[in-house]
């Protein structure tokens, strides 16, 4: 649907937040207003209201989006692996995998691809992937830093001795195993997380350099920034007053002052100061009049704005949840204040990108898109309930969208990324058998009238969920061992959990071998303890009636959609244990 006035396929943006639940957002009903730059693109553009994730969790998430294809045909790791597999944080892009990924799709159509940010899809790097990518003076030391430490596994090798060591090789085996031509400081998964390293203006920053080299080269650019806000751990009074970093994410060392460009430090202490005012102004950041770290702090509960300013309520995520004096209600509403801060953090550092395009006159004939990987950590993230797999999804294009701003209700989900990218870019996937489907009709004026629905599944823990015509089966299939007896919550047949909001700290422990991964709705899914749940989420979009018993022919019907989607995906040999 490229213009025929344009020379050339449009630039496209590809901004992926971590952990953004889409109701902190304006185009989603909050009224806040701290996310001035993410509201002027739903704002000018097109706001999905049906946009869903295959997984909610980060890594399969990220594997659909990147690839376009679902995360059971990923090289999966871990201890349960035969179908259908557990759907966690093992989903690996690797080298032994010959995957068409949406940088190559983009790279084919004359696009230089950058990647900059949080990954998440690449297994712990080993001395033997390190090798051969990293030549040179720096070979042994990448050698050494993989050899000493396993991304995912005790202290990151981002904050080791040879992190900057390190990250040639992260940067490197990226490159090899998902397409982009150029990559820049990588979070490989959460590990620099742990140093409390959120550095999204430098993660901005690198994002322009990118754009800088496409401008250099008179070549379009695609650009992944992914920057890890809104994950955990989160304090931003803390965070915020912290100084800057132009460095590989958690490391102790700044890199040499050759790569740091003059003024950057600077420019990025002004910014996180305004973001600063802006939270005190906005009442969510109390204190701190002579900027001081130690004064400032998240303002006290009674002070706090009211819960319905800072997020809108959703049928699956409605007002009771958050007004009240339980623990839990209090702890939510905390939480809400937490990511709001944090996403207008994440906002801010967007700033600098978006004056760029504008300045040079490239922000007309750039695609940009704003989504999340999930919902929320504290509502939603692991599940796939509404509030688990419903993702903002946002869209700007000047020159190439008819009428705007306008709101899309058809269901779209992060495949359709990957087709409708490729069409944009004149890119035939002819044969390539992608699950997805290009939503570009959808840029059209007027809008076009909705495509048949297909199946849409999702995958998550050991459940795998189908969403069609308005409605939704969920079943739950545990292998055999984990099987042996129905228990509920309290003992997942027959494995003991622990209590509600612990940790199982592993991605083999008996809270990621239940129905889902965490914990985070089973006080307030009605049948969450039950293998097989039907939702008619036309009638019940809040999912609290569930109706398999009452429609056993609709369950037989999308069991069997599930059934094929396992063999296809995972093997024509699938085993499927009935729920």
């Known amino acids: 649907?490229?213009?025929?006035?344009?020379?050339?396929?449009?630039?496209?943006?590809?901004?992926?937040?971590?952990?953004?639940?889409?109701?902190?957002?304006?185009?989603?009903?909050?009224?806040?207003?701290?996310?001035?730059?993410?509201?002027?693109?739903?704002?000018?553009?097109?706001?999905?209201?049906?946009?869903?994730?295959?997984?909610?969790?980060?890594?399969?998430?990220?594997?659909?989006?990147?690839?376009?294809?679902?995360?059971?045909?990923?090289?999966?790791?871990?201890?349960?692996?035969?179908?259908?597999?557990?759907?966690?944080?093992?989903?690996?892009?690797?080298?032994?995998?010959?995957?068409?990924?949406?940088?190559?799709?983009?790279r084919r159509g004359g696009y230089l691809a950058g990647f900059v940010g949080k990954y998440h899809i690449g297994r712990a790097l080993q001395p033997a992937e390190c090798l051969p990518?990293?030549?040179?003076?720096?070979?042994?030391?990448?050698?050494?830093?993989?050899?000493?430490?396993?991304?995912?596994?005790?202290?990151?090798?981002?904050?080791?001795?040879?992190?900057?060591?390190?990250?040639?090789?992260?940067?490197?085996?990226?490159?090899k195993h998902s397409g982009f031509e150029f990559v820049a400081d990588v979070y490989f998964g959460n590990d620099a997380l742990t140093a409390w390293a959120h550095e999204p203006e430098w993660m901005a920053h690198e994002a322009l350099r990118m754009v800088r080299r496409a401008r250099e080269r008179r070549r379009p650019f695609f650009v992944v920034l992914a920057p890890t806000?809104?994950?955990?751990?989160?304090?931003?009074?803390?965070?915020?007053?912290?100084?800057?970093?132009?460095?590989?994410?958690?490391?102790?060392?700044?890199?040499?002052?050759?790569?740091?460009?003059?003024?950057?430090?600077?420019?990025?202490?002004?910014?996180?100061?305004?973001?600063?005012?802006?939270?005190?102004?906005?009442?969510?950041?109390?204190?701190?009049?002579?900027?001081?770290?130690?004064?400032?702090?998240?303002?006290a509960e009674d002070s706090l704005p009211e819960v319905g300013t800072l997020l809108a309520f959703e049928p699956w995520l409605?007002?009771?949840?958050?007004?009240?004096?339980?623990?839990?209600?209090?702890?939510?509403?905390?939480?809400?204040?937490?990511?709001?801060?944090?996403?207008?953090?994440?906002?801010?550092t967007l700033q600098p990108v978006l004056d760029e395009l504008k300045e040079k006159g490239e922000l007309e004939s750039t695609v940009t898109i704003f989504t999340a990987d999930h919902g929320a950590f504290f509502a939603g993230k692991g599940h796939p309930y509404e509030a688990g797999i419903r993702v903002p999804l946002l869209l700007r294009w000047p020159r190439g969208l008819g009428d705007a701003p306008r709101n899309v209700y058809e269901r779209v989900s992060h495949l359709?990324?990957?087709?409708?990218?490729?069409?944009?870019?004149?890119?035939?996937?002819?044969?390539?058998?992608?699950?997805?489907?290009?939503?570009?009709?959808?840029?059209?004026?007027?809008?076009?009238?909705?495509?048949?629905?297909?199946?849409l599944f999702v995958e998550v823990g050991f459940s795998r969920t189908v969403v069609v015509d308005g409605w939704k089966l969920i079943l739950v299939l545990p292998p055999p061992e984990l099987a042996t007896a129905a228990g509920g919550c309290a003992s997942f047949h027959g494995q003991p959990l622990p209590p509600p909001n612990a940790s199982s700290g592993s991605t083999d422990g008996p809270r990621l071998h239940a129905k889902f991964v965490y914990d985070g709705l089973d006080r307030h899914g009605a049948h969450y303890c039950?293998?097989?749940?039907?939702?008619?989420?036309?009638?019940?979009?809040?999912?609290?009636?569930?109706?398999?018993?009452?429609?056993?022919?609709?369950?037989?019907?999308?069991?069997?959609?599930?059934?094929?989607?396992?063999?296809?995906?995972?093997?024509?040999?699938?085993?499927?244990?009935?729920?």
Request: charged fraction near 20%; charge should be positive.
């Open 416 to 455: 359709d990324v990957l087709p409708t990218l490729a069409e944009l870019a004149g890119v035939s996937l002819d044969g390539a058998g992608f699950p997805g489907r290009s939503f570009a009709r959808l840029l059209r004026a007027p809008q076009p009238a909705a495509a048949a629905e297909a199946p």
């Open 133 to 175: 990518l990293v030549s040179g003076p720096n070979a042994s030391l990448a050698l050494a830093a993989a050899s000493s430490t396993e991304v995912g596994g005790g202290r990151s090798p981002v904050c080791a001795p040879t992190a900057d060591h390190w990250q040639a090789c992260a940067r490197a085996a990226l490159k």
């Open 530 to 579: 039950e293998p097989v749940q039907l939702y008619d989420t036309a009638r019940d979009p809040a999912e609290q009636t569930n109706v398999a018993e009452h429609h056993p022919e609709r369950v037989a019907t999308l069991r069997a959609m599930i059934e094929r989607h396992i063999a296809e995906t995972e093997g024509s040999k699938a085993q499927h244990p009935k729920a």
């Open 318 to 348: 409605p007002a009771e949840w958050f007004r009240g004096g339980s623990s839990v209600q209090r702890n939510f509403r905390r939480h809400v204040a937490t990511t709001v801060s944090a996403a207008a953090w994440l906002d801010a």
């Open 229 to 299: 806000l809104t994950h955990a751990p989160l304090e931003p009074h803390h965070q915020l007053l912290a100084p800057p970093r132009a460095a590989p994410p958690g490391c102790d060392d700044p890199p040499p002052p050759t790569a740091v460009p003059s003024g950057f430090a600077a420019a990025a202490r002004r910014l996180r100061l305004e973001v600063v005012r802006r939270l005190r102004t906005g009442g969510l950041l109390c204190g701190g009049d002579d900027g001081s770290a130690k004064e400032l702090q998240q303002c």
């Open 1 to 106: 649907i490229k213009p025929p006035a344009m020379a050339r396929p449009p630039h496209v943006l590809l901004i992926v937040a971590d952990d953004l639940p889409r109701n902190v957002l304006k185009s989603y009903g909050a009224s806040h207003g701290l996310t001035p730059n993410l509201d002027a693109i739903g704002g000018a553009g097109l706001t999905f209201e049906r946009a869903y994730t295959t997984a909610p969790l980060c890594t399969p998430s990220r594997y659909a989006l990147l690839t376009g294809r679902y995360a059971s045909t990923a090289s999966l790791g871990g201890r349960y692996t035969k179908p259908p597999a557990q759907i966690a944080f093992q989903a690996y892009l690797s080298r032994k995998q010959n995957v068409s990924t949406l940088a190559a799709v983009m």
